[in-house]
């Protein structure tokens, strides 16, 4: 089975803090991507990544900034957080297979910023 | 740009009685993917939908998609508790991104 790992299930840090959210999948998928999940919003693309050290912003980028060094990790960093960053992550990983494939989600970390 | 609308936000069934949510996309979709997530947890695939007119089963849960391949449903017969969650669906925009519903919470009354 496919198996992507969020480093925290909850996290919670202060305004102006810089902060790192981390993501490994076990499966050699060349795609892994992240999202936040906000109530009534459904889910919304910050960046994603098709390959190791390229990365293209998705629909919500600003604020966010990423990092992919090796294949299996794909790190989110809130470079100021500020409060209405506080949200569900998603992490998930895809594999190549010919255009929009399946995605498999981590499962999530719950940041609160104050 | 293009938008992927679904309907309801939220339903509130009976347990035994029937579920149904509706997704519209505003362009043609290549395929269209419908996820689950149960409450506290991550979505999770459940199916996708290439070709026009298609009809998938998995038990009780119903799959179309559209002749047009611009609509999607997903109904589920005679809900039990565990099918509780929200449904979403989600429609290629590129060859990496996908557009998503803002789903669809199905709630078991009491």
């Known amino acids: 089975d496919v198996k992507v790992t969020q480093s925290s299930r909850y996290l919670v840090k202060r305004t102006g803090e810089k902060v790192f959210l981390e993501c490994v999948q076990d499966?050699?998928?060349?795609?892994m991507f992240w999202y936040r999940q906000d109530p009534g919003l459904g889910l919304r693309l910050i960046y994603f990544s098709y390959d190791v050290k390229m990365k293209e912003k998705g629909d919500i980028p600003e604020g966010y900034s990423v990092s992919r060094e090796k294949k299996e990790r794909f790190s989110l960093i809130l470079e100021s957080a500020s409060t209405n960053q506080t949200s569900m992550y998603l992490c998930?990983?895809?594999?190549?297979?010919?255009?929009?494939?399946?995605?498999?989600f981590g499962s999530g970390t719950q940041l609160s910023v104050l | 740009g293009q938008q992927v609308m679904q309907i309801p936000q939220y339903q509130h069934v009976q347990e035994g009685e029937d579920f149904t949510t509706y997704c519209n996309s505003s362009t043609t979709l290549s395929n269209i993917q419908w996820y689950k997530q149960r409450p506290g947890g991550h979505p999770v695939f459940l199916i996708q939908l290439v070709k026009s007119g298609e009809v998938k089963k998995q038990k009780r849960l119903t799959f179309q998609f559209g002749e047009a391949k611009k609509n999607s449903s997903l109904h589920i017969t005679a809900t039990q508790t565990t099918d509780v969650g929200t449904y979403f669906c989600?429609?290629?925009?590129?060859?990496?991104?996908?557009?998503w519903g803002a789903g669809t919470k199905l709630i078991i009354k009491p």
């Open positions: 998930a990983s895809s594999p190549p297979v010919g255009g929009t494939s399946i995605l498999f």
């Open positions: 499966m050699d998928h060349e795609n």
């Open positions: 989600a429609g290629p925009e590129s060859n990496y991104q996908l557009i």
